[in-house]
T-cell receptor, first 115, second 111 residues
Framework: GAVVSQHPSWVICKSGTSVKIECRSL??????MFWYRQFPKQSLMLMAT?????????EQGVEKDKFLINHASLTLSTLTVTSAHPEDSSFYIC???????????FGQGTRLTVV | GQQVMQIPQYQHVQEGEDFTTYCNSS?????IQWYKQRPGGHPVFLIQ???SGEVKKQKRLTFQFGEAKKNSSLHITATQTTDVGTYFC???????????WGAGTKLIIKP
C-alpha cells in the first residue's frame, strides 16, 4: 500500500513555543492531505484539509491562526501549532488518499506534549 | 449534517468470544471503509465495501454493507489478543474527498 510518513513521532515543548509537524507522501503525489487530532480514548477529529498550492480548509471551531497548515509541494504538508499551550497536548495524525485509491493512508502520528 | 454513528463505544470480551461493531450513516454512502487502530498506533485500512448487501471476509473478520448502503457491521469470530484495538468505520463525505468517521469501537480482551 501507499506510504505516508509523519515526523516527529513525539515532541515535548514548552508553553508559548511553536511546533512543526511534517507529513510526507513517499510514493504518490497528494494534492490533498488531512490533519486529525485524537484525544485519549476518543475518535479522530478532522481539523483541516490541506490543499497543495492553496489555503487549507479548516473545520468549524479550529483556529486557523493557531494551527497553521502549509502544503507547498505535492508530497509535503506541514502543521505548525503556534504558541502551544498544555491543552494543545494531543495525538495529531495526517492522512492522504492516493489518486487511484479511495482509502486513506495514515502517518504514524505525532504525540505532542506541552509543558 | 452528514453523520456516521458507531456502536458500541467499548466491548469487553473473553478471548475466544465473538465481537461485533455497527455503523449507521445518516445518508446513503457510495462506499464504507473499516480501519483498525492498535493502542498507540495509527489507523490502518482493513477493507472497503461498495455494493449494496455486500459481504466480505478476511479470515475471522466478516464485513457487511446494508442493502440501503447506510449501515455496516464488522464481526470478529473467536477473538484473539491480536485483535485488540479500536475499529473505525468511515464513509466519504458527499462533497469532497474527506471521510466521515464513526466514533470507533474499542475491543478489550478480559484478562
Amino acid at each position: 500500500g501507499a506510504v505516508v510518513s509523519q515526523h516527529p513521532s513525539w515532541v515535548i515543548c514548552k508553553s508559548g513555543t511553536s511546533v512543526k509537524i511534517e507529513c510526507r507522501s513517499l510514493d504518490f503525489q497528494a494534492t490533498t492531505m488531512f490533519w486529525y487530532r485524537q484525544f485519549p480514548k476518543q475518535s479522530l477529529m478532522l481539523m483541516a484539509t490541506s490543499n497543495e498550492g492553496s489555503k487549507a480548509t479548516y473545520e468549524q471551531g479550529v483556529e486557523k491562526d493557531k494551527f497553521l497548515i502549509n502544503h507547498a509541494s505535492l508530497t509535503l504538508s506541514t502543521l505548525t501549532v503556534t504558541s502551544a499551550h498544555p491543552e494543545d497536548s494531543s495525538f495529531y495524525i495526517c492522512s492522504a488518499i492516493p489518486p487511484t485509491n479511495t482509502e486513506a493512508f495514515f502517518g504514524q502520528g505525532t504525540r505532542l506534549t506541552v509543558v | 449534517g452528514q453523520q456516521v454513528m458507531q456502536i458500541p463505544q467499548y466491548q469487553h470480551v473473553q478471548e475466544g468470544e465473538d465481537f461485533t461493531t455497527y455503523c449507521n450513516s445518516s445518508t446513503t454512502l457510495s462506499n464504507i471503509q473499516w480501519y483498525k487502530q492498535r493502542p498507540g498506533g495509527h489507523p490502518v485500512f482493513l477493507i472497503q465495501l461498495v455494493k449494496s448487501g455486500e459481504v466480505k471476509k478476511q479470515k475471522r473478520l466478516t464485513f457487511q454493507f446494508g442493502e440501503a448502503k447506510k449501515n455496516s457491521s464488522l464481526h470478529i469470530t473467536a477473538t484473539q489478543t491480536t485483535d485488540v484495538g479500536t475499529y473505525f468505520c468511515a464513509g466519504p463525505r458527499d462533497s469532497n474527498y474527506q471521510l466521515i468517521w464513526g466514533a470507533g469501537t474499542k475491543l478489550i480482551i478480559k484478562p
